[in-house]
């Protein structure tokens, strides 16, 4: 891709133009050298929600949760795979192309979204996974009008990437052992997230405490079509206001590290 390509600054246009194609060679750089190619997009859900329905439901006694237990692991998991992708290439979204960064007029931010963008597909791809689920579960799901939230999962996790996206990548460069931070963060923050148990699950102190986890939020909202007792507007609430927080504090910090960040590259 030449700097013709994506163009001069300006226009929100050609900004969503550069931003699909390149986010388009990252899905065909990724499935072009796998030979399972799409299948990736699921097995990494799939395997996870094997090993954990068979633990909770084969091995201990699960007080977690609702039936059937695999879609309700499934209505999370795939979200998480999504976050914890994009976070993990956030932390070298610059590194990676630190030359193309550095040649290209188009605002640098770019390198952020792509991410999110291509992530996002990849777990739109994923989702007949769930409608599988859903349909040759054991226990009928009762579906209710909270899929029509389900959307607004989607929207409200988009803002909540972007705004890690546009807070991480740019420390990642100044201060090289952030990507390894970052790492041990997700691996904590995946059991500090309602995905392997649900808000409801936890006590009422905790509960209250959830709900500065966006990802609590976030979770709900997919989860609400399938589980209406797994609704908590005070959840939701507070998980969309610290999204759209991180977001904000996202494009000041890149806006002011902008100038160092390519000065180390």
Known sequence: MTT????????????????????????RVRYATSALGYLWSVLDPLVMSGIYWFVFTQIFQRTVGHEPYIVFLITALLPWVWFNAAVSDFTRAFNKDARLVRS????????????????????LFSLPVL??????APVPVELNWGLLLFPVGVLL???????????????????????????????????????????????????TLAAFNPLAGIFTLYRVGFFP?????????????????FLALGVLVFRRLERPVLKEL
């Not at 409608?131 to 040759?136: D, I, N, R």
């Open 4 to 27: 013709a390509t994506v163009g001069a600054p300006g226009s929100p246009r050609r900004y969503l133009h550069s931003l699909w194609l390149l986010s388009a060679r990252d899905l």
């Open 104 to 123: 290209t007029a188009i605002p640098r931010s770019i390198w952020v979204n792509r991410i999110v963008l291509s992530k996002g597909i990849e777990f």
């Open 131 to 136: 409608v599988l689920f859903v349909v040759l």
């Open 157 to 207: 996790q988009t803002v909540l990437l972007v705004g890690l996206g546009l807070l991480v990548a740019p420390l990642c460069v100044i201060w090289g052992d952030l990507e390894r931070t970052t790492k041990l963060i997700l691996r904590a923050l995946f059991y500090a997230s309602p995905v392997i148990y649900g808000v409801s699950d936890l006590p009422g102190a905790f509960e």
């Open 229 to 245: 007792q797994e609704w908590d507007p005070w959840v939701v609430g507070v998980g969309a206001v610290i999204s759209f927080l």
